[in-house]
Every structure is written in C-alpha cells, then in structure tokens.
C-alpha cells in the first residue's frame, strides 16, 4: 500500500507481547507484524495492539524534550564544569602540600629544644691562671 492513499491510516499504538519474543519483519520496509515469534521462528501468540492516548504521547514527548535539553545543557556546561574541577583539584594540592610543610615546620621546633652538649676543654695543671701565679710565687 502508498503512504498517500487516501486507504491508510497510521495510529500510534502501545505493543504488548510475551518476553523473549520477536516481532517478524513486513513485507513492507520498516515494518513489522504483530505476530509474537520465539526464538526458533514460531507463531507463540498475536501481539495485543493499544490506543496511545493524547497523555502518553505528549509525556513521552515532553521526555524526549527534556532528554535533549539536558543534553545540550551538559554539553553546554562540561568546559566550565571541568575547569572548576580543576581549579578544585589544585586548590585542594596547595592545601595538601602546605599541610604537609607545616608539619615539617611544627617537627622541627620540638627538635630544637633537645640541649646540645658540646665537649669543652678543662685547664690543665700547667696553663691558665693558677699555674702562673705558681710560677710568680716561685719565682
């Protein structure tokens, strides 16, 4: 049958048929019959055909709608998305990198408390004051 012959109708309808079932292909290309097929090719039951009603179609398009704004919205959005990202990842490295500076920091005052003992040198018997004024008793 021509699409434009006053003799065809088109209606929107809603299929139900058994799972794991397959519709055959139409001698008419693109279409399908409603025959409900398994999977070795034979008839399981006709496929029941329902009236879409003006409320389905119009949420089911609303949907489609909506699908394709939020498309364009993420796809609108992604560079910006990722450059806060971004700026997040290397705000919260500087913020690791000065943590882990401070700890280093903070380390080395407790260090710096530990007393220092250095080795010194006692007068021996023969330098220094007293052995001179031995020398000058002496003398």
Known sequence: MDDESPKTVRDLMFVERPAETHFPESSTPGALR???LDDDNALVTHADLFPA??????A??????????????????????KSKLNDLRSKLSRKAN???EATVLEAEPEQADVIRLRPRTLPSAGSGSAARRKDDAAG
């Open 34 to 36: 409603g025959l409900a």
């Open 53 to 58: 009603n003006v409320a389905a179609i119009t």
């Open 60 to 81: 089911a398009v609303a949907l489609l709608g909506a699908g394709a704004a939020l498309g364009v919205a993420a796809t609108k959005a992604a560079p910006h998305v």
């Open 98 to 100: 000065a943590t882990t």
